[in-house]
């Protein structure tokens, strides 16, 4: 456990002086920051309605925002993440050290955790400050009389990061399997363009892994949604069979 708890250490302190640190931080930023402008420049149209909360609506349209930037992002991180290891031919000096392979491989998937975790938490931190400064520039608003509904908030965040689990492991896959970042990048932009034309919708889509965060599109917590998250199920054994795939192509990429 200590050897994976410094491994772990090491590659998030590696992380810190690389273009994938500031992406985690700017990407979150940047549909709040889109929302402070909408807001402000058309605050006519977003004055609630007496008794609504304008917290829903603000975070509403984040998180349709951020579903559709999150994969794009996840693509981004994963291949920022590996081309560091491929372009100064580092995995020679990672293999050289005195842990398994098995500590690399759960070290490595866990900085990629910290780091999709990291970007959902400051884009929810900055959605919240977005609706604080808009109550302030514009009072008509109502964000400094209501309070976000934080339970709707943190289970849509839950959902969002299971929808993405099968877009995490299949680029962690191809991590190991495409040493060319353009390659992966190719591969996921591709599949994003597939599921932006299937419109998170029925059909092949309750298969197709980058569809996924789509189908929550306007999502409105209810029972009536029970079943159709079933697709949630999907992404955590895509998840499954894909990181079972990353673990024994990594084994047989870099054998000892």
């Given amino acids: 456990m200590r050897d994976l708890t410094d491994f772990y250490l090491t590659e998030l302190i590696k992380l810190r002086r690389t273009f994938a640190f500031?992406?985690?931080?700017?990407?979150?930023?940047?549909?709040?920051?889109?929302?402070?402008?909408?807001?402000?420049?058309?605050w006519q149209m977003f004055v609630p309605a007496a008794g609504m909360n304008p917290w829903s609506e603000l975070f509403t349209r984040a998180f349709n925002g951020v579903i559709l930037f999150m994969p794009l992002y996840i693509i981004l991180l994963m291949g920022l993440i590996f081309?560091?290891?491929?372009?100064?031919?580092?995995?020679?000096?990672?293999?050289?050290?005195?842990?398994?392979?098995?500590?690399?491989?759960?070290?490595?998937?866990?900085?990629v955790f910290t780091m999709v975790f990291a970007f959902m938490s400051l884009f929810i931190l900055f959605t919240f400050v977005a609706g604080e400064i808009l109550g302030i520039c514009k009072p008509e608003l109502n964000f400094g009389i209501h309070l976000p509904e934080f339970f709707t908030v943190l289970d849509f965040s839950i959902k969002v990061e299971?929808?993405?689990?099968?877009?995490?492991?299949?680029?962690?896959?191809?991590?190991?399997?495409?040493?060319?970042?353009?390659?992966?990048?190719g591969i996921g932009l591709a599949g994003l363009a597939l599921a932006v034309l299937m419109n998170g919708k029925g059909g092949y889509a309750d298969f197709f892994p980058y569809a996924y965060s789509i189908m929550l599109l306007n999502y409105n917590p209810s029972p009536d949604h029970a079943n159709s998250e079933r697709f949630l199920l999907v992404?955590?054994?895509?998840?499954?069979?894909?990181?079972?795939?990353?673990?024994?192509?990594?084994?047989?990429?870099?054998?000892?």
């Fill in 162 to 185: 299971t929808a993405v689990l099968a877009i995490i492991s299949i680029h962690f896959w191809l991590g190991f399997k495409a040493r060319n970042m353009i390659s992966a990048l």
């Fill in 22 to 42: 500031w992406l985690t931080i700017i990407g979150a930023a940047i549909i709040p920051l889109m929302l402070i402008i909408t807001y402000i420049y058309n």
């Fill in 235 to 256: 992404s955590m054994a895509y998840f499954l069979i894909f990181s079972v795939l990353a673990f024994f192509q990594f084994r047989r990429s870099f054998k000892r």
């Fill in 83 to 111: 081309n560091i290891e491929y372009k100064a031919n580092a995995w020679k000096h990672v293999l050289v050290l005195p842990v398994s392979r098995e500590i690399i491989f759960a070290g490595k998937y866990l900085v």
